[in-house]
């Protein structure tokens, strides 16, 4: 069966696209009471960008700490004490940062409408009540998160995506200036996701003509700005969310593929965040991607990039096991890259070996 695939709702796109926010929310401000509730990314606190946001009365932000990557306990406090101090649910969620806030924004529109903890609902389609409307604006490129159909969160057992049809933004705001300040080498590692999601969208048994064309695309601009030498400039930026944008969507097209089954199993056991884990492991998987391994180590000489070595040094071996059993579990990512008998060739040694080698 094919699936009927819900996509994001509307995109405003350009540079300054900010400054028209406020059309978005007018509308949905029928009722009396009716408010907006704005997640920012923390860094954002006290600069400038806040002053810009068009906030009307009642309206409600929260800074947000991304030191971990989102967790279902923060979303589901966040709605707890919302619905406290408002009695009602808002308009719309607004997550304004990167990967880690549009995901809080993706999940906490969903648990307004959804009873229980946000944990209960970590898997495919487990989600039966459609969300508040909920707008995300990216801060800093390459997850594809802002287009993508899932919302990556840490719950008390499990780090796993919510993932359906309700997940998907209504609406994306795509600004490029907000992007220029991202500091090095976190815009790299980011933008690494997206070069890697081509990657991995690309080569594949689950690979088709609509995900290998978003990613092909996606990639080149991802070469074109890591390339050329001076990867920091305002044109340079307008590509790097449009191959976000591009490479997210190419990912509901196919699938991810060892970097992120590999990389996954590092995050759940060291805490690792996704851009900086996807390079780490991305650089050891010469046997699956080889041109495109090299292709990446080149991209990190020019751009003066210097991965940290070692990092598993201090962890025992059961750590190692632990990190193997988790990319194990990824039964669809491993079919994607080696075909149904994958189990043949993606052995336990394999894995522990290059665990070792990070
Ligand atoms: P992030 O959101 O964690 O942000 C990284 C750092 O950049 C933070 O310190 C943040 O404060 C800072 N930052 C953000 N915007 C900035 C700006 N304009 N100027 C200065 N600093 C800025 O990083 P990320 O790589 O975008 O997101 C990673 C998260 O995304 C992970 O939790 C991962 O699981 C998730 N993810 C989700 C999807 C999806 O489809 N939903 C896909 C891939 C990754
Ligand atoms: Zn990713």
């Not at 490029?176 to 997206?194: E, G, K, R």
């Not at 990639?219 to 340079?236: A, D, M, V």
Request: hydrophobic letters at 40%; a negative charge; charged letters at 25%.
């Amino acid at each position: 069966m094919l699936r009927n695939y819900k996509a994001v709702g509307r995109v405003l796109y350009g540079r300054n696209a900010f400054a028209q926010l406020d059309d978005i929310f007018e509308p949905l401000r029928v009722d009396a009471g009716s408010y907006v509730l704005f997640l920012l990314d923390e860094y954002f606190e006290g600069k400038d960008l806040v002053k810009r946001i068009p906030m009307k009365n009642g309206d409600l932000i929260r800074f947000m700490d991304v030191t971990d990557e989102p967790k279902t306990k923060v979303v589901d406090a966040l709605v707890e004490e919302v619905m406290n101090e408002k009695g009602m649910a808002p308009v719309s969620v607004v997550g304004i940062g990167g990967g880690s806030v549009m995901d809080y924004a993706k999940a906490t529109r969903l648990m307004f409408t959804n009873p229980g903890s946000s944990a209960r609902y970590q898997g495919l389609d487990l989600i039966k009540n459609k969300g508040v409307h909920c707008t995300v604006v990216p801060t800093i490129s390459g997850t594809g998160a802002e287009v993508s159909m899932t919302t990556v969160l840490t719950g008390p057992e499990k780090k796993l995506g919510i993932k359906g049809d309700f997940t998907p933004a209504d609406q994306v705001v795509l600004d490029p200036d907000l992007i220029s300040s991202v500091p090095d080498p976190q815009h790299f590692y980011t933008a690494m996701d997206c070069y890697i999601h081509n990657v991995e969208a690309l080569n594949g048994n689950r690979k088709t003509v609509m995900g290998a064309s978003l990613g092909r695309e996606s990639l080149q601009l991802c070469q074109e700005i890591f390339l050329s030498g001076n990867s920091r400039t305002p044109e340079n930026d307008e590509k790097l969310m449009v191959a976000s944008y591009l490479g997210g969507l190419s990912l509901t097209y196919s699938e991810v593929g060892a970097c992120h089954a590999i990389s996954y199993g590092l995050a759940t056991v060291t805490g690792i965040h996704h851009g900086i884990g996807n390079c780490i492991v991305f650089n050891q998987l010469d046997e699956f991607y080889p041109e495109e391994v090299k292709e990446f180590r080149k991209m990190m000489e020019i751009n003066k990039v210097d991965l940290p070595k070692g990092v598993l040094k201090d962890y025992s071996s059961e750590d190692i096991e632990k990190m193997v059993d988790v990319a194990l579990t990824l039964t669809f990512m491993w079919a994607h890259v080696a075909g149904p008998e994958w189990e043949k060739v993606i052995t336990r040694e394999k894995l522990r070996d290059l665990y070792m080698k990070m």
